[in-house]
């Protein structure tokens, strides 16, 4: 049975709370082992009630992999690892196991089996492109490679659980096709159309009311001020402008370093709600994974169809429920662990939550500097409540009025209310329940919500002050005022968005960027953002 509606006082009193499970930005490169394989990186993962007009009572899980694709990466651009499982899961019980699913298998296809070719004096050649005219069809003759994925939904152990195949309903069989990532406006006269016929109607088994699935390229959707934030956070992180911080950073499209810059590769499965919620309390746990064979070889001699020699288990590379968790939170010597590591795992590396570094890291940065704007003599700009039981709520176990599993088992997963109903695009707030809005985060994660301010400004003590609901300010009784000296200071990274950024249809983030030519590209780095 689902739980009932929140009421918004009850849902604000945990609003902030699972803010600090990310920190500005998203899961990109964020570990030692991943950078070597890139088709395999997690990078963003969204949870969140569909708010397409008519599909309300669906759920829309995203997945992003391989970060910072250039749009004019050619000649092969970025398809997906074929050794490679990635893979949704699903916890509707609160165990921290997954108890559903969502696993792709990607095959890569040559036409005829050596792409197409050409008589050239005689002598027939394959082709060295992946296409040689312009694409407007899945099966368009002028396609060298096609990309295909299987969906399969498990349920109980992602291993040895019961797995059956996902079909599509409305192409037939169980083979799903992706789109050729966006080489440019010639190749491809209308993407957006061309695209559009990769969004497949699937039945999901044991489901009676069918879904769609998506994968390929997107436009990267999160805004973040990565570039400075890397160079020692080479900028003020406090709101500036009127009335602001003297030399903090104001809020400008111009400060995000991946929205209208870099593509990214979605796979989305929109579900029935009662299809994923089961026998638990109508609150789910997302988090998804990617992993690749215990062993490879390289070929002395590759080919197309066998570059190199696989074999032994799956073992998982890359792991992500709430962004940035490995990027910012846990150390450089445990990156590649966490990413291997299951939900189950997690207090393992406990030590990470109750006792943050990057807090001390903005205080080493940033103390001698706001003392002399401000004419103060703080000692400490991290908050100094050890150990973060605030944080460990956040990160590991949900928050007992908003989005709490039925069975709390501490472990690192996005968390959604399914109860909740969902916001139309136009009136979302980016800042999620703190804006009043209850269908975003951290009630799950939409495309448009900021979850960059809200958790700089956890991260840096915000559950020390009172906290508003229902326009009175509240102390959540987690710690106080005297732990967080600069708790309440409006921490931004100056790179701001909104739902409007994004599409109002599944699957939601926006067609990629064209990687030719460059007065088409170019006006979309620079767009402005929505306000």
């Given amino acids: 049975m689902k739980i009932a509606r929140l009421t918004l006082s009850s849902a604000l009193a945990g609003t902030l709370l699972l803010g600090s499970a990310s920190a500005m930005a998203s899961s990109h490169r964020e570990a030692p082992a991943i950078t070597e394989k890139p088709k395999t990186d997690n990078t963003d993962v969204y949870l969140f009630r569909s708010y397409e007009p008519g599909r309300e009572a669906f759920v829309t899980i995203i997945a992003n992999f391989q970060p910072f694709q250039d749009p004019g990466g050619g000649p092969n651009y970025y398809t997906m690892d074929p050794e490679a499982i990635y893979e949704i899961h699903v916890d509707n019980t609160g165990d921290a196991v997954e108890d559903l699913t969502f696993q792709f298998k990607f095959d890569n296809n040559l036409r005829n089996g050596t792409g197409n070719t050409l008589n050239i004096g005689g002598k027939t050649l394959s082709t060295p492109l992946r296409f040689i005219g312009p694409i407007t069809s899945p099966d368009d003759p002028d396609l060298s490679e096609t990309e295909q994925f299987t969906l399969t939904l498990v349920s109980g152990n992602r291993r040895s659980g019961t797995k059956a195949a996902v079909a599509n309903a409305s192409g037939g069989g169980t083979t799903f096709g992706k789109p050729v990532d966006y080489a440019g406006t010639k190749a491809f006269p209308d993407y957006a159309a061309y695209a559009r016929q990769f969004i497949h109607t699937v039945t999901f088994p044991g489901c009676a009311v069918q879904g769609r699935v998506f994968a390929g390229q997107r436009a990267e959707g999160f805004a973040v001020n990565v570039n400075e934030i890397f160079d020692l956070v080479n900028f003020v992180p406090i709101q500036g402008g009127d009335g602001g911080f003297p030399g903090g950073i104001t809020q400008s499209r ?136 605030d944080l460990v709520t956040t990160f590991l176990t949900g928050i007992p009025t908003l989005n709490q599993l039925r069975t709390v088992t501490p472990s690192e997963m996005q968390r959604l209310n399914t109860a909740v109903s969902p916001t139309p695009r136009a009136s979302q707030n980016p800042f999620g329940v703190v804006g009043d809005d209850l269908a975003g985060y951290p009630n799950g994660r939409r495309p448009g919500d900021d979850v960059t301010d809200i958790t700089l400004r956890v991260a840096m003590g915000r559950l020390c002050y009172p906290v508003p609901i229902n326009g009175r300010p509240t102390d959540l009784g987690l710690c106080t005022p005297a732990n967080a000296p600069v708790g309440n200071v409006p921490f931004t990274d100056g790179a701001p968005v909104s739902a409007r950024d994004f599409q109002n249809a599944f699957p939601y983030l926006n067609d990629p960027i064209p990687g030719s030519p460059d007065e088409v590209r170019e006006p979309i780095r620079n767009a402005p953002a929505a306000q």
Avoid: H, M
């Fill in 254 to 389: 111009f400060n995000d370093d991946l929205i209208g810059k870099y593509n990214i590769t979605s796979l989305a499965v929109e579900v029935p709600i009662a299809c994923v919620t089961g026998a638990g309390n109508g609150v789910i746990g997302a988090w998804a994974t990617a992993s690749l064979p215990q062993a490879r070889i390289l070929d002395p001699s590759p080919t197309y169809e066998q570059p190199e020699r696989v074999g032994g288990s799956f073992v998982q590379v890359s792991r992500l429920g709430n962004p940035l968790v490995n990027e910012v939170v846990i150390g450089i010597d445990r990156k590649d662990l966490f990413n291997a590591a299951r939900p189950t795992q997690d207090t393992a590396l406990a030590d990470f939550v109750t006792n943050p570094t990057f807090p001390a890291i903005l205080d080493t940065l940033f103390r001698a500097p706001v003392n002399a704007t401000l004419g103060t003599n703080i000692a400490n700009l991290a908050p100094n409540n050890f150990p973060r039981n």
